[in-house]
């Protein structure tokens, strides 16, 4: 009896001193860490050699894809060249992922991306979510609509249906500018911007909304930007919670480069300037 308690003892030390080895303070080793759930910091990002950047591919001027080379180019895509620049001291240091406003937020929080520089709104509510940088770029929501339609504004636009990105605050912001005028409008989402343009040429929709400068992206012969500015919306870049050193480090960079007008220089260069 003795020696099978003895025997049980040692089975017994043997699994807790075995438990106890994961690290030598007693908590699990980075393998045993759930996967995404590392850090990212500078330093990291040097060990990688490369900036991972959630970055839109459909909306002229800031992401846009190039059919001819294949490489999506923009002002938020040079604003990522300048920070990979610094870290990494390349500029083409960098792996861009297409996101969507449905599509950025999760890849961020798995670790895909590094950050997000995608026409990403800072709102109080993404920022109990997200760190977000100070406003590299502001704006504010628009309609394009249909020239024949002769809407004069959003007071026109009573029980009108109304195509909005997927995930994104403008459906918040129209209803709450359409209450002023005491009507109501329709909303139907989609999960891209040439979606909702497609929509609109069909007549699915009355009207596209989303950002005024992106909708200048849209405009063509038959449609027009109509005079209504509402919710500003400040452009911000989001990094994990977490990820406090980047934050800090990029929002540096914004403030700096805000400070010496390079993003004046790029907002010209691609032809944001307000109109």
Not at 88 to 114: F, H, M, S
Not at 130 to 137: C, H, I, L, R
Not at 167 to 175: D, K, L, Q
Not at 213 to 241: C, H, N, V
Request: with cysteine; aromatic share 6%.
């Amino acid at each position: 009896m003795k020696k099978r308690n003895l025997l049980a003892t040692v089975i017994l030390s043997s699994v807790l001193f075995l438990g106890a080895c994961s690290s030598d303070d007693g908590s699990t080793t980075e393998a045993d860490a759930p996967k995404g759930s590392n850090q990212v910091t500078i330093e990291s990002i040097k060990d990688a050699g490369v900036l991972k950047v959630g970055v839109k591919e459909d909306v002229p001027n800031f992401g846009l894809k190039n059919t001819d080379t294949g490489e999506i180019e923009g002002f938020e895509i040079d604003i990522a060249k300048k920070i990979a620049e610094d870290i990494l001291g390349d500029p083409d240091a960098i792996e861009l992922t297409p996101v969507t406003a449905k599509t950025r937020g999760p890849l961020l929080d798995n670790g895909e991306v590094d950050m997000v520089i995608a026409t990403f709104t800072v709102t109080e509510e993404r920022k109990e979510t997200y760190n977000f940088s100070d406003a590299y770029y502001e704006d504010a929501v628009g309609l394009l609509v249909k020239k024949d339609k002769n809407y004069e504004g959003l007071k026109d636009m009573d029980g009108a249906n109304v195509g909005v990105a997927q995930s994104s605050t403008t459906s918040e912001a129209i209803t709450s500018e359409a209450e002023q005028y005491d009507i109501t409008v329709e909303f139907s989402e989609y999960a891209t911007y040439p979606e909702i343009k497609a929509a609109l040429d069909s007549g699915r929709v009355d009207a596209f909304s989303v950002d005024r400068s992106i909708l200048a992206g849209y405009l063509d012969d038959s449609t027009e930007i109509l005079p209504d500015r509402f919710a500003t919306q400040d452009y911000g870049i989001a990094t994990k919670k977490t990820n406090t050193e980047l934050a800090e480090h990029v929002n540096g960079l914004i403030t700096t480069w805000g400070e010496d007008d390079t993003l004046n220089g790029l907002v010209t260069e691609w032809g944001l300037s307000e109109e």
